[in-house]
């Protein structure tokens, strides 16, 4: 984090990423100031409301992030700048899009939790769009021009007022991770009772072992013994407000849908009530860890790993069969889990995988059979993927071995 002050004295020159966070109401110019060398601009977390003319000045910025502002259109200035390359206005109050806003070279678009009921079409003319988050609008179609996004390869649309299937998705050759619960098109007329209803008054939280975009996971333990549960669980209280993935209730439900496996964390109970969401579920062993790490700017939407992190292709063998066997599982239930990525899988020493993080899965039983089939297709692209990366880790040693070659014959397909 960088200080106006910082900012204004000269200190900060030269530099590739500035932060700006101090509830500014008007774009400092000074940072104009900085036009030869920044890359990254974060202004998020004001009350900005515009961007001038004068940011096309900004000729090296490849990325900018305003969320939690106060803009209610998307600035047109941002269309100009030559080397932009993603996009963040993430929680502010946009309900329009100018035709010419969107850069040209613009891979990276997140518009999550605005007030957005249309997209210009000018966003299926930007080939080099790969990763696109749309989920908390108001959205009631997408562009028939997103046909033409043959690079895209990760969408969020979930809990918008889509009324149909955007079938100008579903064969879109690069697309891999899809979520798009809470539509009207996607609403379920089922209600999953799979575990039973239990009180937030029953469960007493420890520490807090994880959290994302949709909830914390806390360690706890019963107030009483319960004769059919174990001793110690793990509870992810939900936020109630809408995720980049979608609603807290329909990651909930997609996660009961899924049922039981093996490799898949259990769910064992649930609480619903009106301030308190919550599902309960399995404590996983301590000896299990990350198998990869979420994306970055520059990966966009693949995986990372730990610097030095090597797999055996025996390794890579079982847990490839294992999420093989997670898909299938989860696909006979109609559910698409929207995010199977090694950062949501867990693993041990003996390359066992519990997989997680429903939260942008979505069922899609209410789908016509030649939908459904492409949405399997869209996510068996992830389940590739996911092979893709873990072989990109494999002991070079390994890479003569059959096996590793099968792999690759596998996923060229």
């Not at 899809?178 to 009207?184: D, E, K, Q």
């Not at 964390?265 to 609480?271: D, F, G, N, R, T």
């Not at 693949?302 to 696909?331: C, P, T, W, Y």
């Amino acid at each position: 984090m960088h200080t106006l002050s910082q900012l204004k004295s000269g200190e900060l020159a030269g530099i590739t990423r500035l932060t700006l966070s101090e509830n500014l109401t008007n774009f400092p110019m000074e940072i104009l100031s900085l036009s030869d060398s920044l890359e990254i601009l974060d202004l998020s977390n004001n009350q900005l409301k515009s961007l001038p003319q004068a940011l096309k000045q900004l000729t090296q910025l490849k990325i900018i992030f305003v969320s939690n502002n106060q803009f209610e259109t998307l600035p047109e200035i941002l269309g100009e700048l030559p080397n932009l390359e993603m996009v963040g206005f993430k929680s502010n109050k946009i309900n329009y899009i100018p035709e010419h806003a969107l850069p040209k070279k613009l891979r990276w678009l997140i518009l999550t939790d605005n007030q957005l009921t249309a997209l210009p079409d000018s966003l299926g003319e930007r080939p080099r769009l790969q990763k696109l988050a749309l989920a908390g609008n108001m959205l009631t179609a997408l562009p028939k021009t997103l046909s033409q996004s043959t690079n895209l390869e990760l969408i969020r649309i979930s809990a918008n007022q889509l009324t149909e299937c955007p079938d100008q998705l579903l064969d879109l050759p690069k697309l891999a991770w899809i979520a798009f619960s809470g539509n009207p098109f996607s609403q379920s007329v089922q209600t999953n009772q799979s575990v039973p209803v239990v009180s937030s008054a029953d469960i007493c939280l420890s520490h807090v072992l994880g959290q994302g975009a949709s909830g914390v996971i806390s360690q706890a333990t019963w107030h009483q013994p319960q004769p059919h549960f174990p001793e110690h669980i793990a509870v992810k209280i939900f936020k109630g407000e809408v995720t980049s993935d979608g609603y807290p209730r329909d990651e909930l439900n997609a996660c009961l849908k899924a049922g039981t496996h093996p490799n898949l964390v259990k769910s064992l109970a649930q609480v619903s009530e009106p301030d308190y969401l919550a599902l309960i579920m399995n404590l996983i062993p301590d000896n299990y860890s990350n198998l990869g790490l979420p994306p970055c700017f520059d990966s966009c939407t693949r995986d990372r790993f730990n610097e030095g992190f090597f797999l055996s292709i025996e390794q890579i063998e079982k847990m490839v069969a294992q999420m093989k066997d997670v898909f299938e599982h989860l696909h006979a239930n109609q559910v698409c889990h929207g995010d199977l990525y090694a950062h949501n899988t867990l693993f041990d020493q003996q390359a066992n995988i519990i997989f997680g993080d429903f939260g942008a899965a979505s069922m899609y039983h209410m789908l016509n059979e030649q939908q459904q089939h492409k949405i399997r297709q869209i996510e068996g692209r992830a389940l590739n993927h996911f092979i893709e990366d873990l072989l990109s880790v494999c002991h070079e040693q390994d890479k003569s071995n059959p096996k590793y070659i099968a792999f690759i014959q596998q996923i060229s397909v």
